[in-house]
């Protein structure tokens, strides 16, 4: 026995100074906690980032930082929630474009045009996402002026693992990197909605430089007229809340409201489409030869993945996992079921038929109508929208389009535009608490503001509508401009009679 003893007693004071030294450890690691989480936080902001030297100080002198740390509140971190969320809402809304968004419009197009569609989508997709990343976020969210914002995030200078950005509510952040993408995929499917309006006659080439034109001087000015302000945590005061307003984009501090973009993305790229169907010209035979669209099927798989995706749009723009993207949820859901009815509706009554382009086109519509007022409408208000939005959307691909006598080629402006309008309009009347929308919040006074003029808030949204239509117009008109003086717009006849697949890249989506 006696050899065993000195191993046993060894082993037995070992143990004992082992748990004694954690003991006298733990208060030192608990009280250096949360000033590293606050360093941590800190060093996300290039203006005031933590110094490595302060933060090994104050691990290393926990008893001076323990009451340092204990009047300073703790700054916001991501909740694991909402995180998730917004990463689902972003594979979501790429899903809504590649390959939701190519193959609605590729099986619109001709059989000799598939590929070109599909290739102007993906391409476009994967620009912006590129150029997005250099300067498009920091011309889009970051203080600046009225209508653009700084460089001071350019090439996401400063953005690490550990940045953060606000939501909608006081005190609840999200990673802003997982912000960046979100708004990324944003970005990316409003060029490639313009790309249905020119369809089957423009230069590939053209297209791409049109698309860098107009989304560094329309998408980008627009983003940030309607969505930037400093974030809900600056306002805790009129005059905290009159900074707020100053340093705001343009309609925002209007008061405009858009949820997830019906001006941001579809007025806005509903009216380059159509200057660009002006500007481009008609397609040859438009008019005197045949232009079905080659595959309806498709063109439903499109629609389905559309809707599909368009929770993440509305849902996600919410940015936070709670009752308001809940509630932007449902509002997606009906809205385009009571507009696929409505559209149905109204092609039965006036051609005797429902067609499947009908409800596929009548679910786009109701979806983008509901775009701008999802997160502030109620679940009925939404389903008005989506019945108005499917009659009216059906004028526009019909009346209108003869009217405006342009050759948009997969009817943007008829839904998109039409839709958009009216979804931005309504907003301002369905929000209405009376009428069992939302309201405005007043984050001065932490509650919902109990005056609503609903005739107040329209004339707001509908300066929002004239500013999205003369802005982009103007841009986009400027744009194809300098396209067509440096390469050109369109292909040359011969080539648009062949199909672009074969003349542009050389494929054919089927075997002949």
């Not at 498009?136 to 953060?164: E, Q």
Request: include cysteine; hydrophobic fraction near 55%.
């Amino acid at each position: 026995m006696k050899k065993y003893l000195l191993p046993l007693s060894l082993g037995i004071g070992l143990w004992l100074a082992s748990n004694f030294a954690m003991a006298q450890a733990a208060p030192a690691a608990t009280a250096a906690a949360p000033v590293a989480a606050t360093v941590a936080v800190d060093a996300t902001k290039p203006a005031d980032a933590a110094k490595p030297a302060e933060a090994t100080a104050a691990v290393a002198a926990p008893a001076a930082a323990a009451p340092a740390a204990a009047a300073t509140a703790p700054a916001p971190v991501p909740n694991k929630g909402d995180t998730a969320w917004m990463t689902i809402s972003t594979v979501l809304v790429l899903l809504m474009t590649i390959p939701g968004l190519a193959l609605f419009y590729g099986g619109l197009v001709r059989s000799k045009n598939m590929l070109s569609v599909l290739m102007q989508v993906f391409v476009v997709t994967a620009l912006i996402f590129v150029l997005w990343v250099i300067y498009g976020y920091t011309l889009a969210f970051t203080a600046g002026n009225p209508f653009f914002g700084s460089f001071d995030k350019l090439f996401l200078k400063g953005i690490t693992p550990d940045s953060v950005a606000a939501t909608f509510s006081k005190g609840v952040v999200i990673p802003e990197l997982i912000f960046v993408a979100f708004q990324a995929t944003f970005a990316a499917i409003t060029c490639g909605l313009i790309v249905g309006s020119f369809a089957e006659r423009a230069k590939f080439s053209a297209v791409l430089m049109f698309c860098v034109l107009w989304f560094t001087f329309s998408y980008l000015p627009m983003a940030h007229m309607v969505w930037y302000f400093d974030g809900p945590d600056a306002i805790t005061d009129a005059a905290s809340l009159d900074k707020v307003t100053a340093a705001a984009g343009w309609l925002w501090a209007k008061g405009a409201l858009d949820f997830a973009g019906g001006t941001v993305v579809h007025i806005n790229a509903a009216v380059a489409g159509l200057v660009g169907a002006y500007v481009i010209g008609k397609r040859v035979g438009y008019g005197k030869e045949s232009m079905t669209p080659h595959s309806l099927t498709l063109t439903m798989v499109g629609a389905a993945l559309l809707w599909v995706g368009w929770f993440g749009f509305n849902a996600g723009s919410n940015l936070e996992a709670n009752g308001t993207a809940a509630l932007a949820f449902i509002n997606t859901l009906v809205a385009a079921a009571a507009a696929t009815l409505a559209w149905i509706t109204g092609e039965a009554m006036a051609k005797g038929k429902a067609s499947m382009l009908g409800a596929a086109s009548g679910a786009v519509s109701g979806l983008v109508a509901i775009t701008p007022a999802c997160g502030f409408v109620g679940p009925m208000g939404a389903i008005v929208i989506g019945l108005l939005a499917g009659f009216l959307c059906l004028w526009g691909v019909n009346g209108l389009k003869k009217l405006l006598g342009a050759d948009d080629s997969l009817d943007v402006f008829g839904v998109h535009g039409v839709g958009g309008i009216l979804g931005a309009l309504l907003t301002g009347v369905f929000a209405a608490p009376s009428l069992g929308g939302t309201g405005i919040y007043d984050y001065v006074a932490n509650k919902v503001n109990p005056d609503y003029s609903i005739t107040g808030q329209v004339w707001i949204q509908l300066q929002g509508v004239l500013t999205t239509l003369v802005w982009s117009g103007v841009v986009a008109f400027v744009a194809y401009k300098l396209v067509d003086l440096v390469i050109g717009l369109r292909v040359p006849e011969e080539e648009e009679r062949e199909g672009l697949d074969i003349t542009s890249h050389g494929e054919t989506a089927y075997s002949r």
